[in-house]
């Protein structure tokens, strides 16, 4: 009898490539800036290496006070506002899972109500005023600091964890605080990255909060100061002989590069379970 014929599969070959398409497309744009941003000689055609290497354009962006100042306002705003919206999302998504809080359904339908109507940016903008955020990088810090649909998110992560072992520390006497902190943050690693990696992007990423809330030059954010460098051609003056093209697209890697080098610190949490160690019921 002959040897049976392996019946080739579709489906894989198909899925493979559709998937390289995706990353050539993804991957192209970023070279082609990366190259820019390292080319002296400002070109638009791609190319896959510089044609006359040079770092000046990020030496520019490195010394120009100009541009300096709001990289340093987008790191401050940044961290305070994931540290915010992690403080915000983890309690409120813990006091959402107490089933036997009273009026616990009411609060949820009001959180949740905030996700679909709003007041709308004409009175937002004047309780931020009578607050006296305007002008205030403090208010990149709040904006994002108070996030309902990464509130949910938690909320709902929470409720995946065994009830078990919430039951067991109750009966050791653990206190409801003592379980979020001993219980319920150890197991929350992975959404914690999560959705801490959300709250860093949308606060890294601002510009229309920057845009509406703030005129004050030295309360601006780095992603706004970038919009002018390119779209206004507000380029710093400096002795360095490079292209525009160059320094623009330096700095739009360095808008990028921070979370280049954070994302794969936490890239392993998105691939854990919730419950690696844990009992199961």
């Not at 305070?80 to 983890?90: A, C, E, F, Q, R």
């Not at 999560?194 to 780095?222: E, R």
Request: hydrophobic share 50%; net charge positive.
């Amino acid at each position: 009898m002959g040897r049976k014929r392996k019946k080739i599969k579709i489906f894989p070959i198909v899925n493979y490539a559709l998937f390289i398409l995706i990353a050539l497309m993804i991957m192209v744009p970023i070279w082609k800036v990366i190259v820019d941003s390292l080319d002296a000689v400002g070109v638009y055609q791609f190319r896959f290496w510089p044609n006359k290497p040079t770092l000046k354009g990020y030496e520019v962006i490195l010394t120009t006070k100009a541009l300096f100042r709001p990289f340093v306002n987008s790191i401050i705003s940044t961290v305070l506002g994931t540290l915010l919206g992690l403080i915000l999302s983890t309690l409120g998504g813990y006091v959402l899972i107490q089933f036997d809080m009273p009026g616990r359904n009411f609060f949820s339908y009001m959180i949740l109500f905030t996700m679909i109507f709003s007041g709308g940016m004409i009175p937002e903008y004047l309780v931020m005023k009578q607050l006296g955020l305007v002008n205030n990088l403090m208010v990149v810090v709040l904006k994002h600091g108070m996030n309902v649909y990464n509130l949910v998110l938690m909320r709902n992560f929470f409720e995946g964890i065994p009830q078990g072992l919430f039951e067991a520390a109750r009966i050791d006497g653990c206190s409801p605080m003592g379980i979020f902190f001993k219980i319920v943050l150890p197991l929350s690693k992975a959404a914690l990255a999560s959705i801490g990696l959300m709250f860093a992007v949308g606060a890294w990423n601002d510009y229309t909060t920057v845009k509406i809330y703030i005129t004050d030059p030295d309360q601006t954010n780095f992603q706004y100061k970038l919009r002018n460098l390119i779209m206004d051609g507000d380029t710093p003056n400096t002795q360095y002989a490079i292209a525009q093209n160059t320094l623009f697209n330096a700095a739009v890697m360095s808008a990028i590069i921070p979370f280049m080098i954070v994302y794969p610190f936490l890239q392993k949490y998105f691939v854990k379970g919730v419950n690696i160690g844990a009992v199961k019921e």
